[in-house]
């Protein structure tokens, strides 16, 4: 299937972020990797920004929509926890370039531009902040600070994105699963119950992301 120019440019901008950094990526840059004129580039992206936006805005929906599937009717909180740890890792795993674009550019937005993408990723972390809250709660988690427990896991799970290879020791479910286990211990709970569904989180994140896990 041929991909279209709006396409290209998409990619464009998420590989050259991803390795330069916003400011760093001239329009001369992506229209060179997008293949097209710098001229004909704004056919297809608006600003910069506008594009930037639009990136964190897809990403960020997508982890949202993939994260509220995958624990949909569970009211167990240690099998949401560990279910949002596993998605996390697989999605930050197949799609390392965008993950980085938003973890790291956010800052580089105007206000106006910024506010709704700090939005969703709010929503996002309120999912997690639920399930360690109600764990807590439930005497299963077991942590003093629960807003910096839950910073500290989405900061080692994001770390993925950086250095995650095919070729490593673990295949990607299995390393899913290390970090769902990870994360549990670190909140003190060794219960057995609650093991994330890796096969469904794997199964979310082929559809929503549109590859092969």
């Given at each position: 299937?041929?991909?279209?120019?709006?396409?290209?440019?998409?990619?464009?901008?998420?590989?050259?972020?991803?390795?330069?950094?916003f400011?760093?990526?001239?329009?001369?840059?992506?229209?060179q990797?997008?293949?097209?004129?710098?001229?004909?580039?704004?056919?297809y992206m608006?600003?910069?920004?506008?594009?930037?936006?639009?990136?964190?805005?897809?990403?960020?929906?997508?982890?949202?929509?993939?994260?509220?599937?995958?624990?949909?009717?569970?009211?167990?909180p240690?099998?949401?926890?560990?279910?949002?740890?596993?998605?996390?890792?697989?999605?930050?795993?197949?799609?390392?370039?965008?993950?980085?674009?938003?973890?790291?550019?956010?800052d580089?937005?105007?206000?106006?531009?910024?506010?709704?993408?700090?939005?969703?990723?709010?929503a996002?972390?309120r999912?997690?902040?639920?399930?360690?809250?109600?764990?807590?709660?439930?005497?299963?988690f077991?942590?003093?600070?629960p807003?910096?427990?839950?910073l500290?896991?989405?900061?080692?799970?994001?770390?993925?994105?950086?250095?995650?290879?095919?070729?490593?020791?673990?295949?990607?479910?299995?390393?899913?699963?290390?970090?769902?286990?990870?994360?549990?211990?670190?909140?003190?709970?060794?219960?057995?119950?609650?093991?994330?569904?890796?096969?469904?989180?794997?199964?979310?994140?082929?559809?929503?992301?549109?590859?092969?896990?």
């Amino acid at each position: 299937m041929a991909v279209s120019s709006r396409e290209r440019v998409r990619a464009a901008a998420v590989k050259l972020f991803a390795a330069k950094g916003f400011h760093g990526t001239g329009i001369r840059d992506l229209a060179q990797e997008a293949e097209l004129s710098s001229a004909s580039l704004y056919h297809y992206m608006g600003t910069k920004e506008d594009l930037l936006a639009e990136i964190m805005h897809t990403a960020l929906n997508r982890l949202l929509d993939a994260a509220r599937e995958a624990t949909a009717g569970s009211a167990d909180p240690v099998h949401r926890l560990r279910t949002l740890v596993a998605l996390h890792v697989l999605a930050h795993a197949v799609g390392p370039a965008e993950t980085r674009v938003v973890d790291n550019e956010v800052d580089v937005l105007s206000p106006a531009a910024r506010e709704p993408v700090v939005a969703l990723r709010d929503a996002y972390e309120r999912l997690w902040a639920a399930a360690i809250d109600e764990g807590v709660a439930a005497g299963v988690f077991h942590t003093e600070h629960p807003a910096v427990t839950r910073l500290a896991l989405l900061e080692m799970c994001s770390g993925v994105a950086r250095w995650y290879s095919p070729r490593g020791p673990l295949a990607l479910e299995e390393l899913a699963g290390h970090y769902a286990e990870l994360a549990s211990r670190a909140l003190g709970c060794t219960s057995e119950p609650g093991a994330a569904d890796l096969r469904r989180c794997r199964e979310i994140v082929a559809k929503e992301w549109g590859v092969s896990v």
